[in-house]
C-alpha cells in the first residue's frame, strides 16, 4: 500500500492463495481455538484500528478479517504463485525475472522488475516429520493440521515439540485424551496471555503479556533523548541488544522465576535443566494440564515410532552422557516442531549471496532460527532492489510495517541507501550472531531496540518526554497517534481500578496446589475459642478444568484439649461471564457434586492483596465473609479468609490463614 499510492511506481502484487498468509482460512494451518499470543495492542499497524468489539487477544478469524481490510485497497494477482527470482545483469544495473505460475490455470509466465520485495513469511514451510513411522499403527499428524481435540476423546497422545504450539496442542488434547505424554528437550517457562504489571506486589494489576514484557525503561529513553540530541547512539549496533551478557542472561532468568512464584516452574519440576538462555512459552491452559496430571512431560528426544509405542532416548546427565532409553504407549503422535521459510523461489545464486545454509546435517536448527543473513533483515549489498520484509523468526506487526516502510521508502528514494560499509558490517553481526552458542530463542529478543532502530533510520523517533508519559511499546508510537497509545493504558487502569482478571488468577493459582492452614474460632457467647489445623487441596473435577473440589482435612482442636477430625468441601468456579470466583457448597457423601451456591467474589486491591467481601444468609444465621489474597508473581503463598457469624444460636469468627506447600 505504501508503493501503491505513489504515482511513478506500479507494484505487481502476487499472492499464491488468499490475502492472509498462515491466518487465512484457505491456507488454513491454525487449529481451530487459535488465538494471537499477544495482545491486539501490538498484533496491529498504525493506520488500521481494531474493531471496539475485539477481545484483547483476538482470534484467528479476528485476525483474517484485520488484513483483509487492510489489503482491501489494493489490487493482486490472486492464485498467482511465484517460482523462482533471478537476478539479472543489464545495461543499467541489476534487475530481476520474476516467474510465476497461475495455480488455477496452470499457465506459466514471468516478467522483469527493478525492484522486488519478498514478503512470503517466515513461518511458510512445514519441514518433514524426521522419522520412519510407517510402522506406528495410530496417526502421525504435524502441529499444523490440527485443529481440536475430539478426535483424541479417551486416547493415549504423544506430543512432540517444546515450544508454542507444542504446549497449546498438548493443553487443548489433554482436555479430552486418557493421555498426554509431552516430550520436550529444552526448558522453558510457561506464562499465560495476563502477567502481574508488579511481581513483588500482592496486589498486582493483571496486564496483557505484551504489557509487562515491552515497557521502556529510563536507559533506554535516556539513549533515545541523547540520539535526538545529537543524532547517535553510544552503542555502534544502535538501540537493538542482540548480544546479552551472562549477568543479562540472569537477570532475565530472576525475572521470569519471580512473574512464575511458588510451584509454578513445570518444566524444570520435570527435571529440565534451565538453559542460559530463557525460554518462554505463552500458553494460559499448559501449567494447569501439567499440575492436575493430565499432561505428563518427559524429557528426552523420539528415538523412533514403532507398532502401538515410541521410543525416547533421555539423557541422565546434563552433559548428554549417560543416555538411557524407555519406550511409551501410544495410539496417536503429534508433532510441534516448528516452522521455517519458505525459499525454494530464490535462485542458487540469490541463495549463496544470502549465505543460506545447504547443509544443516551439523546444525539442524539454521534453518529456523536464521536462515540468512541481512542489513536489518531487509536487504544485501550484493542484492540491489531486492529486499525483504518480515522474514525473521519472531517477526511482529510493528516490525513489519517499520520494514515495510524503510523499504518503501529506499525504493521511492525518499531515504538514502545505508553505505556498503554499514550494511556489510551488519551483516557481520548477523553472520555472528548465528554462529554463537548458546543460541537465545530468537535471533531478535529485543522487540523493543528493533523497533526504536527502524523508527531512527525513518526519522520517526518519538521524543523521550512523549516516551516518558507513554513507556508500553505499541506500533502507535511511531505514528505519532497519542490517542491510540492511550488505548492499552487505559485498558491497564481499568485492570488496576477494577480487578479485572484477578479472580481467574486467584483460581488458576489455587490449582493443584496444597496448603497447611490453621483457624481460630472465637465464639463470642461462650467466651471460648477452638483452634483447627490441616491440609487443603483443590483439585479439578471435571476434564476441562472449570472445577476445583477444596478438599479441607485436619484436627479440631477444643478449648478443653479434646481432638476430633474435621473436614470440609466446597466447589470454586471461576464465572468468566462475569469475572468472578464462585463458591459452591459440595452435596453431603457426594463432595464433587455441586448442592448449592455459597457466595461469589469480584475484588479490590488493599495493601495485603486482593480483597473480597460477601454475604450469604444460612437459614437464620448471617455469614458476612472476608477473603484475602496475596500475590508472589503469578502465585498465592499465602491467603487469609475470616468469617463473622451471626444468628439466634451463632455468634463466632472464624479467622483462618493459608501457607502453602512447597513441592
Known amino acids: 500500500s505504501l508503493l501503491a499510492g505513489s504515482s511513478s511506481i506500479k507494484p505487481t502484487i502476487f499472492e499464491a492463495s488468499s490475502v492472509g498468509g498462515l491466518w487465512s482460512s484457505t491456507h488454513d494451518r491454525m487449529w481451530d481455538s487459535m488465538k494471537t499470543n499477544l495482545s491486539k495492542y501490538t498484533c496491529s499497524v498504525s493506520i488500521q484500528d481494531w474493531p471496539s468489539e475485539t477481545p484483547d487477544f483476538p482470534s484467528k478469524r479476528d485476525v483474517e478479517a484485520y ?6 485497497p ?27 505460475v497461475n495455480n488455477t490455470t496452470g499457465e506459466t509466465s514471468e516478467d522483469i522488475f527493478d525492484k522486488v520485495v519478498v514478503t512470503t513469511g517466515f513461518f511458510s514451510d512445514v519441514p518433514s516429520i524426521p522419522f520412519d513411522f510407517e510402522g506406528f499403527h495410530g496417526r502421525v499428524i504435524g502441529s499444523h493440521s490440527y485443529r481440536n481435540p475430539s478426535s483424541y476423546k479417551d486416547k493415549k497422545v504423544v506430543v512432540v515439540g517444546g515450544s508454542f504450539s507444542g504446549c497449546e496442542v498438548a493443553a487443548e488434547i489433554a482436555k479430552e485424551a486418557a493421555e498426554v505424554h509431552h516430550i520436550v528437550s529444552a526448558h522453558a517457562y510457561v506464562v499465560p496471555t495476563y502477567l502481574p504489571e508488579n511481581a513483588a506486589d500482592p496486589a498486582t494489576a493483571f496486564v496483557p503479556i505484551d504489557a509487562a514484557f515491552y515497557r521502556l525503561d529510563d536507559n533506554r529513553i535516556e539513549k533515545v533523548s541523547s540520539y535526538l540530541g545529537n543524532g547517535a547512539v553510544e552503542s555502534s549496533s544502535g538501540f537493538e541488544n542482540i548480544y546479552k551478557t551472562e549477568e543479562e542472561d540472569l537477570r532475565t532468568h530472576d525475572y521470569l522465576a519471580g512473574l512464575l512464584g511458588t510451584n509454578n516452574d ?94 544443516v546435517s551439523a546444525d539442524s536448527e539454521a534453518l529456523s532460527f536464521m536462515p540468512f543473513v541481512l542489513h536489518k533483515d531487509i536487504m544485501h549489498p550484493d542484492l540491489p532492489g531486492l529486499y525483504f520484509a518480515g522474514m525473521y523468526k519472531g517477526s511482529y506487526f510493528g516490525v513489519i510495517e517499520l520494514q515495510s516502510n524503510l523499504v518503501a521508502a529506499y525504493i521511492k528514494g525518499e531515504i538514502p541507501l545505508p553505505t556498503e560499509d554499514v550494511m556489510r558490517s551488519n551483516i557481520e553481526r548477523m553472520v555472528e550472531l548465528r554462529n554463537r552458542r548458546p543460541r537465545s530463542q530468537f535471533p531478535h529478543p529485543d522487540y523493543m531496540g528493533m523497533m526504536l532502530d ?30 491510540a497509545v492511550q488505548a492499552m493504558e487505559q485498558a491497564i487502569s481499568l485492570s488496576r481500578s477494577e480487578g479485572k482478571h484477578v479472580a481467574n488468577h486467584v483460581f488458576q493459582a489455587l490449582e493443584g496446589e496444597s496448603w497447611a492452614f490453621r483457624r481460630v474460632i472465637t465464639d463470642r457467647k461462650s467466651k471460648s475459642a477452638m483452634n483447627v489445623y490441616g491440609k487443603v487441596s483443590f483439585t479439578p473435577i471435571d476434564a476441562a478444568g472449570e472445577y476445583l473440589l477444596y478438599k479441607e482435612e485436619g484436627k479440631l482442636v477444643m478449648a478443653n484439649g479434646a481432638e476430633f477430625d474435621s473436614s ?63 500475590f508472589r508473581g503469578l502465585s498465592i503463598p499465602r491467603f487469609r479468609v475470616v468469617f463473622n457469624v451471626e444468628g439466634p444460636a451463632k455468634d463466632y469468627t472464624a479467622e483462618t490463614d493459608f501457607e502453602i506447600i512447597e513441592k
Not at 451456591?597 to 467481601?613: H, N, Q, V, Y
Request: charged residues 25%; positive net charge.
Open 454 to 483: 527502524y523508527a531512527a533510520d525513518l526519522k520517526r523517533l518519538p521524543t523521550a518526554e512523549f516516551l516518558r508519559r507513554h513507556r508500553i511499546i505499541t506500533p502507535h508510537h511511531f505514528s505519532g497517534n497519542e490517542a
Open 67 to 72: 488484513i483483509q481490510n487492510l489489503a482491501q
Open 74 to 100: 489494493l489490487e493482486f494477482l490472486e492464485n498467482t504463485k511465484v517460482t523462482r527470482v533471478d537476478m539479472l545483469d543489464t545495461p543499467s544495473g541489476k534487475s530481476y525475472r520474476v516467474s510465476f
Open 266 to 359: 513445570v518444566f524444570h519440576a520435570a527435571g529440565l535443566v534451565k538453559t542460559r538462555k530463557a525460554r518462554v512459552v505463552i500458553s494460559d491452559q499448559y501449567r494447569r494440564m501439567v499440575k492436575s496430571g493430565k499432561i505428563r512431560i518427559h524429557k528426552g528426544k523420539l528415538r523412533k515410532l514403532s507398532n502401538d509405542y515410541i521410543e525416547l532416548i533421555v539423557p541422565e546427565a546434563v552433559d548428554g552422557s549417560n543416555r538411557k532409553q524407555f519406550a511409551i504407549a501410544a495410539d496417536e503422535c503429534v508433532f510441534a516442531t516448528g516452522f521455517q521459510p519458505d525459499l525454494s523461489l530464490l535462485s542458487e545464486d540469490i541463495k549463496t549471496r544470502l549465505q543460506i545454509p545447504t547443509d
Open 568 to 630: 470440609h468441601y466446597y466447589v470454586y468456579h471461576y464465572n468468566s461471564e462475569q469475572d468472578t470466583l464462585d463458591i459452591f457448597f459440595s452435596k453431603v457423601g457426594e463432595p464433587e457434586v455441586i448442592d448449592r451456591p455459597f457466595i461469589s467474589m469480584g475484588f479490590f486491591a488493599t495493601p495485603e492483596g486482593w480483597e473480597s467481601k460477601a454475604y450469604h444468609l444460612c437459614g437464620c444465621d448471617n455469614y458476612n465473609s472476608k477473603y484475602v489474597f496475596s
